[in-house]
């Protein structure tokens, strides 16, 4: 059972950045695409960004498209989300995601079965 964990977030300005972080428990991270979910109060969950099992490949949601940026580090077992000039409409909780199914950053949600436990962010503004 893969494990993650995810650190950063918390309480950000208007216009700020914030950077998340996330630990898989297993090695057999190097194989699969990785993902970031976030879910707003009243909301459903959603994919925002992915990236492929080698760090080549991405993909973004539109609406943090040119803002936000997802990257790994295999070695580490890692991957992380660059959030810059953030928005209170990104209020959320983030979910560190792994996929046992591909290893494209694919932007199907199904294909990510590993949710960590999530951390919060929150844009005042």
Known sequence: QVQLVESGGGLVQTGGSSRLSCTASERLFDSY??????????KERELVAAISWDGVHQ????SVKGRFTISRENSKASVYLQMNSLKPEDTATYYCAASSVTGTASSFSQHYGYLGQGTQVIVSS
Do not use: C, D, S
């Open 33 to 42: 695409a990785m993902g970031w979910f976030r879910q707003a109060p009243g």
């Open 59 to 62: 993909y973004y949601e539109a």
